[in-house]
């Protein structure tokens, strides 16, 4: 009987540590053929070439008055050719209004959409857009936010250029200004987590979403594709799910040199940035299937790896270096392939805390997305 018995503790551990050993192959997957690319990859600036096509900057705004204040400057005063900047008033209710007609007479490529109250289309970013594209002079659009500040003054240069024939889409990056405190940590981690993988996977001709602080279409992707029409019902998605819809193996291009970065201000409560992560993940669940499939594959795999680590180290101690060893197996790979990564998004300070951040991230984003997954959204901001 205690042969029998121990025949079967060992059955159930091999059982237990194979199924940890198949988690960890789905995530050395991910992190050396996919994050690869971009860990590999040769950051190119595009701000020297010559042919510049007129540019339309399209600028969302609600109730936004010091951000405008503090942000739109920098934006208007970009070294560029030929360009106009579109801020779409969102039925601000402060000041927006009237900062906006002081900048109007300050700089004449400024031009401003303003929409009154209407209770159907009231807190609808894709219908402002909407409208911002609509009034656009120029066929290149470029995105960004009322918070978000360019990096350069050469930063519609970086995105502009970014264009070549076929080109229909170019996806930037846009990390957060970095402050103290671990949610900043982890806000940081995760934007930048977010771009390894969009950006990777546009290199690999898959891209799957876009930033909206930060990301470039033309204007005829955007009706021929009829704008956010398949997901006007979702609050948010007015960037990621429109290159979900609209991109191709060859039409994407990303600029990520660092004078085409736009930082903005991260969220600074943990209510606040929780209820961020429900819009996006909100989002996510009308992404073409494929695309869940691989991004819910990484994330799943992660989660489950650190839970079955736990499970194996707690009912078979003994056999503990096993565990560890797939655990240290998996961060030496995830140091030498986001080492390089880090440093071209920017964020080369949160590699002393990825041990941390890494788990941490995993539960996070697991349990926000288990619980606001089918959530309805009520408003974009």
């Not at 240069?157 to 970014?162: F, Q, T």
């Not at 704008?227 to 609209?246: C, E, T, W």
């Amino acid at each position: 009987m205690a042969n029998i018995d121990l025949e079967i503790v060992l059955q159930v551990s091999y059982i237990l540590y194979g199924l940890l050993g198949i988690l960890l192959l789905i995530q050395l997957y991910y992190i050396l053929f996919v994050y690869s690319r971009l860990s590999r990859y040769k950051v190119k600036s595009y701000q020297e070439t010559t042919d510049l096509p007129p540019v339309s900057v399209i600028i969302c705004a609600h109730n936004e008055q010091e951000n405008l204040k503090q942000f739109l400057p920098q934006i208007l005063e970009q070294e560029y050719p030929n360009f106009e900047v579109i801020v779409v008033n969102d039925y601000s209710t402060d000041e927006t209004k009237w900062i906006l007609e002081d900048f109007k007479r300050q700089y004449s490529h400024l031009n401003v959409v303003d929409i009154k109250e209407h209770i159907k289309l009231k807190n609808s970013k894709k219908f402002a857009l909407t409208l911002g594209i609509k009034a656009a002079k120029h066929e290149l659009l470029i995105m960004t936010d009322a918070d978000c500040m360019p990096n350069s003054s050469n930063w519609l240069k970086e995105m502009a250029g970014a264009y070549s024939e076929d080109k229909e889409i170019v996806l930037g990056y846009s990390p957060y200004f970095p402050q103290t405190g671990f949610l900043n940590k982890l806000i940081r981690f995760e934007t930048a987590h977010t771009a390894m993988s969009y950006l990777s996977y546009a290199l690999k001709r898959n891209a799957y979403m876009g930033v909206g602080r930060n990301l470039s279409y033309l204007k005829s992707l955007f009706f021929k594709g009829k704008g956010f029409n398949a997901h006007m019902h979702i609050k948010s998605g007015d960037d990621d799910l429109f290159v979900n819809q609209n991109a191709t193996r060859q039409n994407v291009n990303i600029a990520i040199h660092p004078d085409a970065h736009v930082y903005s201000n991260p969220k600074e409560t943990w209510k606040s940035y929780y209820k961020q992560k429900a819009r996006h993940s909100g989002a996510s669940v009308v992404y073409k299937k494929s695309h869940q499939r691989m991004l819910g594959t990484q994330l799943i795999t992660a989660f489950l790896f650190y839970v079955m680590l736990i499970v194996c180290i707690a009912c078979y101690p003994s056999l503990w270096f096993v565990g560890v060893g797939m655990f240290l197996l998996r961060y030496l790979c995830q140091l030498i392939t986001f080492s390089s990564i880090y440093k071209k998004l920017a964020v080369k300070d949160l590699l002393a805390w990825l041990l941390i951040l890494d788990v941490f991230y995993y539960f996070y984003i697991c349990l926000n997305g288990l619980f606001n997954r089918k959530k309805k959204q009520q408003s974009w901001k």
